[in-house]
């Protein structure tokens, strides 16, 4: 037997639902905020995550799913769906739109990374992007539609927020705490000495315990941002307060890629068995159209793991609503089977899912079928029906039968239904 490939995750039959319903949820709210549906390809140029993420990011140096085409073109699967995104605008000449443009995604991301509690080398990222915007109330906007998407989950989210600054106040920063870090540089992990010179601000991301330790008086950028990044960042807060949105400062959050500019943030929620979860996250990137070969855009968007956020909703019980049933199961005894495929086409015509035997089954098995479906109605069809141009139609919850014309079918489902 051939096994899955680890790190990935089928989405079976049974789960379908549940797929459908965020869906839903994503659609519904997108079209609220006047977001469009953008999409593109599976996998780019390796060249656009190089430049885009960073060489500095994990991503790159560790997690891309990288080879060489038939062309000898270097391709890679998209780790994020950010980048792509960000191409396109520039390759279609979105920047010609009005802005800003605002627009979502929902896409597969391949991330070559030790599998374990939610965290899957295949996963589905629903992201949204806006560009043209540096003012604060595009970072509103964003808090606002994560908390509506959220809170359509039955969940009240906490963002934990930093500010990175402008490029003056975070190259200060970035300048103080490499003279604050050098000193102590051997005692920090390999990848940390990595950091130290392609990205020293994703030193303060580091997980090992040890480092953590070591930062733990290191000067906090929030202390060291220029008087107009202070002023936004106050801004932002005071918003958010307003709202009611909840929010705390975590002064060592810079995220996981080197685009990130200003505006920081992360999702967070807590679970009995996990502890805190991240179930999403994002920022501002002003600096990326640019360094892709755009014109300089300001831009802000976010991404979420639908499996990660699919797996807190069901470790926290969160009813979907019901699996999607069959309206309608047809039961028949007789040979003709013309007869019953053209009611069931003319009932789901008329707006209704139907079943009926596909599997030579006797008429009572049928019965027993259309109860593990859990239909409403079941419609049996005889020799009798046919002479007469009726049907036969059981409630299936009720218990209750009654007999019509066929003519009367639609009326009578519509008045059930």
């Known amino acids: 037997m051939i096994n899955i490939p680890k790190g990935t995750k ?3 039959p049974n789960e379908s639902f549940k797929w459908r319903h965020v869906y839903r949820i994503i659609d519904n709210l997108t079209k609220k905020y006047n ?16 430049r885009g993420a960073g060489e500095g ?3 790159v140096n560790k997690e891309m799913y990288t080879f060489l085409d038939k062309g000898e073109r270097s391709i890679t699967l998209k780790p994020e769906g950010t980048a792509g995104v960000v191409r396109s605008f520039i390759e279609n000449g979105l920047f010609n739109n009005p802005l800003p443009l605002k627009v979502y995604y929902k896409t597969p991301c391949f991330r ?8 899957l080398r295949e996963h589905h990222q629903f992201g949204v992007e ?7 109330e595009s970072e509103v906007e964003i808090f606002m539609f994560l908390n509506d998407f959220f809170r359509s989950f039955d969940i009240t989210p906490t963002f934990s927020i930093n500010y990175l600054g402008c490029s003056e106040c975070s190259q200060r920063y970035k300048n103080l705490l490499r003279d604050f870090v050098k000193p ?4 920090f992990c390999s990848d940390c000495n ?11 991301d580091c997980k090992v315990d040890s480092c953590k330790e070591l930062l733990q008086c290191a000067p906090r950028l929030a202390d060291n941002l220029c008087e107009s990044c202070s002023a936004k960042f106050n801004k932002i807060k005071k918003s958010l307060d307003n709202l009611n949105i909840a929010y705390i400062v975590d002064t060592n959050l810079v995220r996981g890629l080197d685009y990130y500019t200003g505006t920081v943030f992360e999702i967070l929620n807590i679970t009995q068995d996990q502890g805190q979860v991240a179930l999403g996250g994002g920022g501002r990137y002003n600096n990326l159209v640019e360094e892709l070969g755009g014109k300089p855009t300001p831009v802000i968007g976010f991404g979420i793991g639908l499996e990660r ?15 999607d049933t069959p309206d309608i199961y047809i039961a028949s005894a007789i040979e003709d089977s013309t007869v019953i495929s053209k009611l069931a086409s003319n009932i789901r015509q008329n707006g209704y899912s139907v079943e009926y035997d596909l599997m030579g089954r006797g008429l009572k098995a049928q019965f027993k079928y259309a109860d593990k479906l859990n239909v409403k109605f079941v419609i049996v069809i005889g020799e009798d029906e046919v002479n007469n141009k009726t049907l036969t139609i059981k409630n299936m919850q009720q218990g209750i039968q009654d007999s019509i014309k066929q003519e009367e079918l639609i009326n009578y489902l519509e008045e059930r239904l």
């Open 130 to 136: 806006m560009f043209g915007s540096d003012n604060v």
């Open 57 to 59: 990011s994990d991503i």
């Open 194 to 204: 990595n950091r130290y010179n392609k990205n020293v601000l994703r030193m303060l």
């Open 35 to 50: 977001i469009k549906e953008i999409a593109t390809p599976t996998f780019e140029s390796t060249e656009l995550f190089v």
């Open 112 to 119: 070559y990374e030790k599998p374990q509690a939610w965290r």
């Open 10 to 12: 089928d989405m079976l």
């Open 184 to 187: 102590n540089l051997k005692n």
């Open 309 to 323: 956020l699919m797996m807190y909703l069901d470790s926290v019980g969160y009813k979907y609503g019901e699996d």
